[in-house]
């Protein structure tokens, strides 16, 4: 009987397809198991082919319906192992399997593809090109370093003419194989060949070094060596899971980076993984809790969080989804929520009720009201900073420890008197709000933190996601829930997309990730174009690692190698003489997504700074006929609607199409959340700074199409990527 393998790009064109064609295509399937060889190259109706123009001998086309055609990979070796590469309409179909070839990486033992035909184009034209240049990007490594790390005759030709890193970009997957490319990106990155070896070589199990020293891989072997791009069909309830649940090709298909640290057997302390928005950083997160609970005991007890309810609700859907049924009752063994709800939590279970949470408002009115009785130099919202940044975020509990303390991250000085009345006012507010049953998030966490101190840890394992949000006093809760051992702390972030202000510094929290440690570079969600558009927004910015705010040696971030595969149309970016033109145009945009386009109202989203532009929007949009719901409502994924939400709400988010409307100055930056500069400079820096990660967040949530637009004074945050 044949074995069949199902390779990522077929299960991408799959998901795209209407319900009755898929059915179609598992029927195919079902026939194509159940003949034999010989049987299957005599059916008349499964019509298995081979292409007389195709590059690589080995493609084969079947079948499926009268439009569309399977292409398939044959053995040519005993294994009888086919791999169904795509499947599409007859026409695609036949293009793109004649063009292609597959091939052994040297290094890693997987399977790759190639656009061989471009890949020729591309060698003249740079061969062409590259004569009157004598530099060349990969001039400092040997032919034989290349081909030790996977770099195969063709690759080797054209990494020969790349004069620069732009030339190498040009063949980027899925034109050049994606694992060549990777080395090559990384070399070009100034990475040494020794950390190319460490990061995307050796954890593919690779342990020899030179390539003549390696035995020949079967073509059924490096199937089999493929995991992230490629799963065989192991059974005929395989088969049904695959094709017949929600499609979701994050609980298959991991890259290499996400996988060696998702299913890492054990890391001796927390362990951390970076990358820019869309690298499937949420997807490692999940399949490291499914490692856990199925690597760990029934007693042991998993945290995961994240930053909103709503996300946690999300997340908790994903990872059922993910643990499918046969693992479902691990789910008992997971705590999904955010850090404020376990705060409250733990608090209500120990003293029977905890403080309600105060609202930024009342915060504000709580602050007056301690400073009514002086006249004092500082404005509530300088109280407020010195309170949360410095006094919870170090946990301090008495005048002597705010005396001494270094108050890292403001930018004024403050003296001993002046101190001492800061002291003093804050008291006030405490005492105020405590009399009230009244605390801040922040208060009820560096609270909990302290009861978890004494009561001892609830969990074997701690996941965090969206990490790069968190205040010092959420990490002690988390700190304090997980005693420190192997395996502790598991967390998950992206230093760009930072837009609360809180300065952190793990390592003084006792949660230290050096050396274990990792970055993800290739963006699942966002076209190309989106990408570069969206991180040319942060262009300049200082962007800092995550949780290294206050070391000595914390250094810059950056979204060095950051790619996606994907490809679409460059953003638009349009201004309007006023607010009522910019809606029409964004009701034209929504209608073209939708009747054009085929994009359903529930995948369009749009975005603004504030609430009330959130409202206007929805106020217009069901004027002009097109169903319109607030994130904030929680309308939940069965909901129709285009979805509207403030660019906060936006979150973790991701939809087909993005609008982000009324970006025009002094909105963004917004005048009343950025410290001015002759209050704190310091202050000043990260609230603009914060102000930068939020249009970013805003415009990293599109996958397909990205329409951003203003009335008015164009905001001076789109001058990187203005006209
Ligand atoms: N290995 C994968 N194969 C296919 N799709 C993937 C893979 N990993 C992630 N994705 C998809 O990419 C998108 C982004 O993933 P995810 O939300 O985990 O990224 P993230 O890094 O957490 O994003 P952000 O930081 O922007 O919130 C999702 O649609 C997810 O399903």
């Known amino acids: 009987m044949p074995r069949l393998a199902l390779s990522d790009d077929f299960v991408a064109d799959l998901i795209s397809l209407q319900r009755p064609v898929q059915k179609e295509v598992n029927d195919a399937i079902q026939m194509f198991g159940s003949m034999t060889v010989p049987q299957l190259h005599a059916s008349k109706g499964m019509h298995l082919e081979k292409l007389e123009r195709a590059r690589d001998p080995r493609i084969r086309t079947i079948r499926i319906t009268k439009f569309y055609r399977g292409v398939l990979l044959a053995p040519d070796d005993s294994s009888e192992l086919f791999t169904l590469l795509r499947v599409a309409p007859h026409d695609e179909a036949i293009n793109w399997a004649c063009k292609r070839a597959y091939s052994v990486n040297g290094a890693t033992g997987a399977l790759e593809v190639r656009n061989v035909e471009a890949l020729e184009q591309m060698e003249t034209y740079f061969e062409t090109k590259s004569v009157a240049t004598p530099a060349r990007l990969f001039e400092r490594h040997s032919d034989t370093v290349l081909r030790d790390l996977g770099i195969d005759d063709q690759v080797l030709r054209l990494a020969r003419v790349c004069v620069t890193a732009d030339d190498l970009t040009v063949m980027a997957p899925p034109m050049m194989p994606a694992d060549q490319y990777e080395v090559l990106e990384y070399l070009a990155a100034d990475y040494s060949v020794e950390d190319v070896w460490e990061q995307l070589i050796a954890p593919r199990g690779q342990t020899v070094r030179t390539a003549e020293d390696r035995p020949t891989v079967t073509l059924a072997e490096a199937i089999l060596n493929t995991p992230n791009r490629i799963v065989e069909v192991t059974g005929p309830g395989e088969l049904e899971r695959i094709l017949t649940e929600d499609l979701t090709r994050w609980r298959i298909f991991l890259h290499p980076a996400q996988r060696r640290y998702a299913y890492h057997p054990g890391f001796n302390g927390p362990s951390q993984v970076t990358g820019g928005p869309g690298t499937g950083k949420t997807v490692v997160a999940l399949h490291r809790v499914r490692h856990l609970l199925r690597a760990g005991h029934d007693g042991d007890r998993i945290l995961l969080t994240t930053f909103t309810n709503a996300m946690a609700a999300a997340l908790r859907d994903s990872l059922a989804l993910l643990l499918g049924e046969a693992d479902a009752h691990l789910l008992e063994r ?77 930018g004024t000085q403050v003296g001993r008197v002046q101190r001492a009345r800061l002291w003093r ?45 968190l205040h010092p006093a959420q990490w002690r809760v988390l700190r304090a829930c997980v005693s420190p051992q192997s395996d502790d702390i598991f967390l998950v972030g992206d230093p760009h997309q930072r ?189 603009l700074l914060a102000e930068h990660c939020l249009l970013f967040v805003a415009c990293t949530r599109a996958r397909d199409a990205l329409a951003i637009s203003w009335s008015g004074q164009r905001s001076p945050m789109l001058d990187p990527v203005a006209d």
């Open 334 to 410: 997971v705590d999904v929520t955010t850090v404020d709800s376990l705060a409250a939590r733990v608090i209500r279970e120990t003293r029977g009720r905890a403080p309600r949470p105060l609202s930024a408002a009342a915060e504000k009115s709580a602050w007056t009201r301690a400073t009514a009785r002086e006249e004092l130099p500082w404005t509530e919202q300088f109280l407020s900073q010195e309170f949360r940044n410095v006094v919870l975020a170090q946990g301090l509990r008495t005048p002597e420890d705010y005396l001494r303390c270094v108050r890292r991250g403001r």
């Open 425 to 469: 006012v804050m008291e006030r507010f405490t005492t105020d709000l405590a009399s009230r049953d009244s605390a801040t998030y922040t208060q009820l966490c560096d609270q909990a933190a302290r009861v978890l101190a004494d009561s001892g840890p609830r969990y074997r394992h701690v996941v965090v996601d969206e990490a790069q949000d």
């Open 499 to 687: 837009i609360y202000d809180s300065r952190v510094s793990l390592r003084s929290l006792d949660i230290q990730v050096r050396g274990r440690s990792s970055r993800l570079r290739l963006n699942y969600r966002s076209t190309e174009e989106i990408l570069r558009w969206s991180a040319a927004l942060l262009d300049g910015q200082p962007v800092g690692r995550l949780g290294e705010d206050d070391d000595d040696d914390g250094g810059r971030d950056s979204l060095r190698g950051y790619r996606s595969e994907l490809h679409g149309r460059i953003p638009a970016a349009r201004g309007y003489a006023s607010q009522d033109e910019e809606l029409r145009a964004l009701i034209e945009q929504i209608r073209t997504w939708i009747d054009h386009d085929g994009v359903k109202p529930s995948e369009v989203a749009v975005c603004g700074r504030f609430n009330t532009l959130v409202d206007t929007v929805i106020t217009r949009l069901r004027r002009e006929g097109i169903p319109a719901v607030a994130v904030k409502d929680d309308p939940g994924p069965g909901a129709s609607g285009v979805r509207v939400a403030t660019m906060h709400a936006m979150k973790g988010l991701e939809f087909r199409c993005v609008a982000v409307v009324g970006v025009a100055s002094g909105v963004l930056p917004f005048a009343h959340q950025v410290t001015p500069a002759e209050v704190d400079a310091v202050q000043h820096q990260s609230d």
